[in-house]
């Protein structure tokens, strides 16, 4: 009997009988997973919510529990259809590891903890192509000549543990945060602007002078050229179309800067010596923080609006809402565009990560996208748990790549941690609570233990709720341990649906599923996309 490497789609482990039935499921599956981002994008709408859109948020968990009873029907019908096709076609049905058990698709959050660690990292890469298996003398060869060079790492992490402490006080969702040595600093859509004590997470200031939401926050180090003084600040952008800079020990506001647009990012660059905030309509303002903050240059890009910022050196790559990713270069006080990808993406970029010659993109996929940008070869590394996610934040911090994942057909969200220095990006780890659903935003720092010799990881999260991660050497039975498993489970070929280039007809969210697979009839989110 052979056996086929390459991955098979669903409808490929069916019998031509079953297809109807899997059909008829799949496509109940899209549309109430289609409900269920609906239901996420309105929680996010700049805007306060009319009681229509309150009750289809009310409705959360109703779609959910009808999603995973269909994942679990579906599950069933590939697994009878499995060994009928090993009898016909000669095709070994798919391993334990790519197809969860029904009770772990039905408990989503026990399923995230109890995952096989047998697949590879180039498992994980959609450009990776599947070879034959090598003889049993190549196999003892490469054993010995190819170890694993983070082996070290993955053992290391396995034995991580991180206790959480919420920092309450905000009263709506935490949009941006940023963390240092000394203070955490978080902006919510409740308009405040909000910094405690790293080490004590004890809340120091409140910042109130917005009157948008607060979309972006940074910390920064504001030296005085004369007396070479420096004063810690906050510069903060918000939907009100303005940036304030505050003094982080009197709680003062320093200055203010209003750009005529909703500001929605912001980055620093040239070792913090500039901040650099993205506006709505694709505007960018560049501010100089050692004279005194002052306006040093605006750029224009063509995109509806910049969604996120990153700086590498002298480079900044910018993500926009329409899925445009350009290159740019800061030289001699100015701007100079390297590249700008010649077709935009599919989704709007979420979140972006410049590394070397490397874009790391996040949006509504499962995966996370690399960009070559020297080459212009795109390929992607699987980020979530099912084949329905978003990728809201990404970080870079030292030697890892760290990306927050969310999974809309479970409502779990949780961090993965990969080696930045590898071509690969290889998965090393991922730290999850069930308590933490949707993170929005992320920022880490490494600090010294009270011995002063011990480096310990921190990491802030925004969302539903703010969150401080500090990794605890006593391994507390009380913290979070870091799952140093194989979570990344999605198809990397395919990638979550997208709506934006699909049928979007079906999808009514007052009639039952029967109703909006009959009527065809047309929703009121395909506007909210």
């Not at 701007?335 to 979420?350: G, T």
């Not at 539903?464 to 799952?483: A, G």
């Amino acid at each position: 009997m052979s056996s086929v490497t390459n991955k098979t789609t669903e409808k490929e482990q069916l019998t031509p009988a079953s297809h109807n039935d899997h059909d008829t499921l799949y496509r109940k599956i899209r549309i109430l997973r289609k409900k269920l981002k609906q239901v996420e994008n309105l929680k996010l709408l700049p805007r306060k919510l009319n009681e229509e859109e309150t009750r289809k948020i009310e409705r959360q968990n109703e779609f959910r529990v009808e999603l995973l009873d269909l994942l679990a029907q579906q599950h069933d019908l590939i697994t009878e259809a499995a060994p009928v096709l090993e009898k016909t076609k000669h095709v070994e049905p798919p391993s334990p590891q790519k197809l969860p058990s029904k009770d772990k698709q039905i408990e989503p959050k026990k399923n995230l903890q109890n995952v096989s660690n047998s697949k590879g990292d180039s498992e994980n890469r959609s450009d990776v192509k599947v070879s034959p298996a090598p003889s049993a003398s190549k196999q003892v060869e490469a054993k010995v000549t190819k170890p694993d060079p983070l082996q070290d790492i993955k053992r290391e992490w396995a034995t991580k543990y991180f206790e959480l402490l919420e920092l309450p006080g905000h009263t709506d969702l935490v949009l941006c945060v940023d963390i240092n040595a000394t203070y955490i600093v978080s902006g919510s859509r409740d308009t405040s602007v909000k910094l405690w004590n790293v080490l004590s997470g004890e809340l120091i200031h409140n910042f109130g002078g917005h009157t948008g939401f607060v979309s972006c926050v940074k910390l920064l180090e504001l030296s005085n050229e004369n007396s070479g003084d420096v004063k810690s600040v906050i510069a903060s952008g918000s939907h009100d179309c303005s940036i304030k800079f505050w003094d982080v020990h009197t709680g003062g506001l320093i200055k203010e800067f209003y750009v005529y647009n909703s500001v929605l990012c912001m980055t620093t660059m040239d070792e913090g010596k500039y901040l650099v905030a993205g506006l709505d309509g694709g505007k960018m303002e560049l501010y100089n923080v050692n004279t005194g903050i002052t306006p040093a240059l605006s750029y224009s890009i063509e995109t509806e609006a910049i969604s996120c910022l990153s700086c590498d050196g002298n480079s900044l790559a910018v993500g926009g809402s329409d899925g445009l990713v350009t290159i740019l270069k800061f030289e001699e006080d100015a701007f100079q565009c390297l590249y700008s990808l010649d077709e935009h993406l599919a989704s709007p970029v979420k979140s972006i990560s410049l590394v070397g010659n490397d874009v790391i993109l996040g949006d509504d996929g499962a995966n996370i996208k690399v960009l070559r940008w020297k080459s212009g070869n795109v390929s992607c590394l699987a980020n979530h748990h099912s084949e329905f996610g978003v990728t809201d934040a990404l970080c870079k911090h030292g030697n890892y790549l760290l990306s927050s994942a969310y999974d809309y057909d479970n409502g779990t969200g949780y961090l993965n941690v990969r080696d930045r220095n590898g071509p690969q990006y290889s998965y090393i780890s991922s730290i999850l609570d069930p308590d933490i659903t949707h993170i929005l935003s992320l920022a880490a720092v490494t600090l010294s233990n009270s011995q002063g010799h011990k480096q310990l990881m921190s990491l802030v999260t925004g969302g539903m709720i703010l969150v401080l991660w500090r990794e605890d050497p006593s391994r507390n039975t009380e913290s979070v341990k870091c799952i140093n498993k194989r979570l990344l489970l999605a198809d990397d070929e395919m990638d979550s649906d997208n709506e934006d280039s699909e049928d979007n007809s079906d999808l009514s969210f007052d009639d039952s599923l029967e109703s909006d697979l009959a009527e065809n009839a047309s929703g009121w989110w395909c506007n909210l996309l």
